[in-house]
């Protein structure tokens, strides 16, 4: 086993300070290399203000923070961290469920390119919100003050194109979105580079969205939704990879549990547990859980571990919200490599 740990980081600060703050955090973690052997040296700096002048201008002010922390010029740091015109993600895999009460979702990828850091935040601008970062200002999932839960989920790179990445795109609801009917909206509206789902809750709804860089497509149930690496919609179906198998097998592996009422205690140990066929280990391959994040719409509550971990987090966001820090700066956990 390998040691493996996940620095929880709380601010209430502008955007700018929170820029610095995360990128100063990925250097103390050895990141920066990491995000400069996969991104391109140099993108398309007007397109990509002109995008996020549209969709998240407070996230311009927050690339700023990131670029003079690390003493780079402003499109530098756009290409290393904004999440915009990425060269292509080879895989990663992702399961969800959304039921009306709570959300579940594993992720699952390379401990090599992974931020390794969960951020509670209250900017000046948007909504707060909590969530695992991914290239510094992205996300893999995580919820805000509105109870808006959202999470990506890779399918292919069928018809990739220069725009936004998921993980941005997830920051973006977060930041932006106070339903999953806006949500929807956005996704509708913004350039998506790859075809991703984006599973979606809030406390009155639940959707899967599946996007690509030629349009979307809605997917929602009166009473869950499990969402995984591939697109169901008729239309969306050819954008698909050529294998699904894996994708397949944990779909018909949770339909076991569609009549039964499980909890969300019941699901999240199911997730997390490394006996669970929802739990892998092929890191080398870059599919291996990282961690399992989960939300309850009744009581406000963030509950979340990462890869064997014995001790995770646990609070009610409201809480956080009116004052009452988090007491837990790391969470460790080991990965089988």
């Keep these: 086993m390998n040691a493996f740990n996940v620095d929880v980081i709380q601010m209430k600060k502008n955007h700018h300070s929170i820029g610095a703050r995360t990128a100063e955090l ?114 893999h999932d995580g919820v805000n003050e509105k109870g808006v839960v959202v999470g990506l989920h890779f399918v292919s790179n069928t018809h990739y194109a220069k725009g936004i990445s998921a993980w941005t795109t997830v920051r973006i609801i977060l930041d932006t979105c106070s339903s999953v009917e806006e949500a929807i909206n956005l996704l509708k509206d913004i350039p998506h580079a790859a075809c991703y789902n984006f599973s979606l809750g809030d406390p009155g709804n639940f959707a899967v969205v599946e996007a690509s860089p030629k349009g979307v497509s809605i997917r929602r149930d009166k009473e869950f939704l499990s969402c995984f690496n591939n697109f169901k919609q ?31 205690e019941e699901l999240f140990q199911m997730f997390s547990d490394p006996a669970s066929p929802l739990f892998f280990t092929k890191y080398d391959d870059l599919f291996g859980t990282l961690h399992t994040f989960s939300y309850s719409f009744q009581e406000s509550r963030i509950v979340t571990t990462i890869a064997r971990g014995a001790k995770g987090l646990d609070f009610r966001f409201p809480d956080w919200l009116n004052g009452e820090d988090v007491k837990v700066q790391r969470l460790y956990g080991a990965i089988e490599m």
Excluded: W
């Design 234 to 264: 008729p239309n969306m179906k050819d954008k698909n990879r050529s294998s699904i198998e894996g994708s397949l097998k944990r779909e018909h592996y949770l339909q076991r549990y569609e009549k039964e009422t499980l909890s969300r």
């Design 26 to 139: 990925l250097k103390e973690r050895g990141k920066i290399e990491m995000l400069e052997s996969i991104t391109k040296d140099s993108i398309d700096y007007e397109s990509m203000e002109d995008v996020f002048s549209q969709f998240a201008p407070h996230l311009l002010e927050e690339l700023e923070g990131f670029g003079e922390m690390q003493q780079i010029p402003a499109k530098k740091a756009a290409a290393l961290f904004s999440g915009y015109d990425v060269p292509r993600v080879v895989s990663m895999g992702c399961t969800a469920y959304g039921t009306n009460s709570f959300y579940v979702r594993n992720y699952d990828f390379s401990p090599d390119f992974y931020d390794g850091i969960f951020s509670i935040i209250k900017p000046d601008q948007g909504f707060a919100s909590a969530g695992y970062n991914l290239q510094g200002i992205g996300r």
